[in-house]
C-alpha cells in the first residue's frame, strides 16, 4: 500500500499539479496586496477618502460609525466594500490567466490537419459522382477498375 501511495503521489503530474497549486495560491495572495494595498487606495482618494474595507451596510437598522463597531455589537452588516475588492481580485486573475493561456496556446504547436482520402470519385464512363469505393457506377453501371476487386462480373 506504501509503494501504491508512493507511486501516485510522485507521478509527474500530481506533481505538476502540487507546484500550480502552490504557486497559485502565491500569486493570489500577491494580487490580494495589489488590488487592497495599490489600487484601492487611489480610487477611494478619488471617491472621497473612501476605504472600501469599511464600506458595510447594518442589518440590524442601527447605525454604526464603523465595522469595528458592527463587530463589538455582534451585529450582522453587509460587508459590500469588501465584496468589492474581492471582485476586483478576481477579474485582474482572470485577465492574467486568461493572457497566460492565449500566449501559450500560440507557443504550442499546431497539427497540422490530416489529408482525407475524398468521399467521391468521378465515373470515367458517364462522369457522374459516386461514392470513392464503388466498384460499380450507381448509374450507368459500368464496372470501375479503381476500387476493390470484385470476383465475377454482374449483368
Known amino acids: ?23 497559485g495560491g502565491a500569486f493570489g495572495k500577491v494580487i490580494t496586496s495589489i488590488v487592497n494595498d495599490v489600487i484601492m487606495p487611489p480610487i477611494g482618494l478619488l471617491l472621497g477618502r473612501v476605504n472600501f474595507n469599511e464600506l458595510f451596510i447594518s442589518l440590524n437598522g442601527k447605525h454604526y460609525n464603523n465595522l469595528a463597531d458592527s463587530a463589538a455589537d455582534k451585529a450582522p452588516v453587509l460587508k459590500y466594500g469588501a465584496f468589492i475588492s474581492t471582485f476586483l481580485d478576481f477579474l485582474i486573475v482572470a485577465a492574467v490567466i486568461f493572457i497566460v493561456v492565449k500566449q501559450l496556446s500560440k507557443f504550442r504547436k499546431k497539427e497540422e490537419p490530416k489529408e482525407k482520402a475524398p468521399a467521391t470519385k468521378s465515373c470515367p464512363h458517364c462522369l457522374s459522382d459516386i461514392p470513392a ?3 460499380r457506377c450507381k448509374y450507368c453501371t459500368s464496372e470501375l477498375s479503381s476500387g476493390p476487386s470484385v470476383s465475377g462480373s454482374i449483368q
Open 1 to 23: 500500500m506504501l509503494k501504491e501511495f508512493k507511486d501516485f503521489a510522485f507521478k509527474g503530474n500530481m506533481v505538476d499539479l502540487a507546484v500550480g497549486v502552490i504557486i
Open 133 to 135: 469505393q464503388a466498384t
